[in-house]
């Protein structure tokens, strides 16, 4: 019961935002459509969020890997009659552990019904999730485009995201100003070019763009 799927976008929308940017046109068309992966379970998408919480990607599939072989589900009901040694077995920290079972149980407990927020805009479903301990902003907005599908989710707290709009558009730095007018440039789909400045931030694509001469910066 592992609810995987694609992050869902359409060429159409790709069209809109390489009409609003010439660099963004150039990196879209070079690194062409990016399939990622979404958890449509929003709880199996917070516990996922969690575990991956200042650990390198490869650990935060490790370690949910682990879980979805170990535990006997990853839901609500299961995870609220583990004890906290028993989640922790799956490689989490304890701090980790506590998040992952104080959410099960407020929801088991109907303090929040994540199901409500599919129906809420997005500054109430990050109001929501952050009320939840282990929940910040920024798990948050990686919530709302992994596990909700959100088009036009634009995270200033993502050092990835900052670091490469610097690398394409020559910033020294990113204040909230230089952000916000990217958000403005990018929306209503700024999720879908947060997609491509995380992989161009990841360096993959840096060589292959200068070797076909697309200049970024």
Known sequence: N?????????????????????????IIEEIGYIDR?????????????????QVSQKA?????NKAKTTLKSIDPETISNYSLEEIRKVGVSL?????????????????IDLNLLHEKDDEEVCEELTKLNGIGVWSAEMAMIFCMNRKNVF???????KRALKMIYGHKEITKE????????????????????????????????????????
């Open 2 to 26: 592992y609810h995987s799927m694609k992050f869902n976008y359409t060429e159409r929308e790709l069209e809109v935002l390489k009409l609003r940017d010439e660099k963004m046109k150039k």
């Open 37 to 53: 992966e979404y958890i449509d379970d929003l709880f199996q998408g917070l516990f996922y969020i969690i575990i991956g919480q």
């Open 60 to 64: 935060q599939v490790s370690i949910w």
């Open 95 to 111: 701090k980790k552990a506590t998040f992952i079972k104080g959410i099960a149980e407020k929801i088991i407990n109907k303090e």
């Open 155 to 161: 995270s200033f707290s993502d050092i990835a995201i």
């Open 178 to 217: 230089i952000f916000e007018h990217y958000r403005e440039l990018f929306s209503p789909y700024c999720s879908i070019v947060s997609l491509y400045l995380w992989e161009i931030s990841n360096g993959d694509y840096k060589d292959k763009l200068s070797k076909k001469n697309v200049k970024l910066y």
